[in-house]
């Protein structure tokens, strides 16, 4: 389904951002608010050979995995009025046809509110995608990161700024996966720069 199917007669769209878009959203919105879906785990077991790696070295970026015992993390943009078109039509060129995601709508639950989620738009990986890795271990996962780079900078950044994100906006999130693959890409970063 084309985002812009889901969204047709609509004044108003949430966007739900779990990877590089918590940090560089690159279209207008009114507001944004951290807060976390359920039902889904953020893992780096997706490729990435345009934006932070290459045909010959993919990088690795994240997607989300479903599994009925996990919530994730990150922040949704509200986009308004004309600038809901134009966001769609950018998002769908980053994510859909450079990475290879499909669309779904999930409810959104912004953080320390009481009230009812919203429906937010959010884009998913899937295994059938010809740049899907699938998963691997943190070492494993640290090591391509930490040498691949793509148009728009390199893997590493990607990773760190995600890590920062979690730590600064949601503290109290412990985020594994994440966390320990930062841990091995720093480790590899730092024998590399040893060895120079």
């Known amino acids: 389904m084309k985002p812009q199917d889901i969204i047709a007669g609509e004044a108003s769209l949430w966007v739900f951002g779990y990877g590089s878009l918590v940090w560089k959203p690159d ?26 790696g290459n045909e010959e070295l993919p990088g690795r970026v994240v997607t989300l995995i479903e599994d009925d015992d996990e919530s994730t993390w990150g922040v949704a943009f509200e986009v308004t009025g004309s600038e809901v078109e134009e966001s769609l039509k ?16 999930v409810d959104f639950f912004p953080e320390g509110e009481e009230r009812p989620p919203v429906q937010a738009l959010v884009y998913i990986a899937t295994t059938g995608n010809a740049l899907y890795l699938g ?39 412990e985020d594994h996966h994440l966390f320990s693959i930062e841990a091995a890409a720093l480790t590899v970063v730092s024998y590399l720069l040893a060895a120079q």
């Open 90 to 105: 950018y998002l769908n060129l980053r994510e859909t046809v450079c990475g290879g995601y499909i669309t779904k709508m």
């Open 27 to 52: 279209f207008k919105y009114r507001r944004s608010q951290v807060g976390y879906i359920q039902g889904y785990k953020r893992r780096f077991w997706h490729g990435d050979n345009f934006h932070r």
């Open 135 to 173: 998963p691997a271990s943190p070492e494993m996962i640290g090591v391509q990161i930490a040498v691949c780079r793509g148009k728009t900078g390199h893997n590493m950044e990607y990773l760190l700024r995600l890590a920062e994100f979690m730590r600064s906006s949601c503290p109290h999130v």
